[in-house]
């Protein structure tokens, strides 16, 4: 049974860079032909789907965030990470790692494992 577990701070000031974790267990996250993701979910929204980085270490972004978005990897530890730069309020939301498949990184619908999710607010 695969495990994710979200971490880092519930709350970010507005124009700081908001950083989370992602500790998986019970299985490795080099494993062909896994991607793993960073969804969030703002108050009232749906899902948005943020980024990737997939078994082999390829990286993969939505357009809309790729400017500010950062996701890498410690293979040593089994996680994975999110760095999103100048964050703004509308940037509050539950935020979700998650497994899909490499070559249909998109179709979060599809994931089959999925963290509890970390609220993160951003407020002065």
């Known amino acids: 049974q695969v495990q994710l577990q979200e971490s880092g701070p519930g709350l970010v000031k507005p124009s700081q860079m908001l950083s989370l974790t992602c500790t998986v267990s019970g299985g490795s996250i080099t494993t062909s032909y896994y991607a793993w993701s960073w969804i969030r979910q703002p108050p009232g929204k749906g899902l948005e789907w943020m980024g990737a980085?997939?078994?082999?270490?390829?990286?993969y972004y939505s357009p809309s965030l790729k400017s500010r978005t950062s996701i890498w990897r410690d293979t040593s530890k089994n996680q994975f990470s999110l760095d999103l730069s100048s964050v703004t309020p509308e940037d509050t939301a539950v935020y979700y790692c998650?497994?899909?498949?490499?070559?249909?990184?998109?179709?979060?619908?599809?994931?089959?494992?999925w963290g509890q999710g970390t609220q993160v607010t951003v407020s002065s």
């Open positions: 980085i997939s078994y082999d270490g390829v990286t």
């Open positions: 998650a497994r899909g498949e490499k070559y249909r990184v998109g179709a979060i619908n599809e994931y089959d494992y």
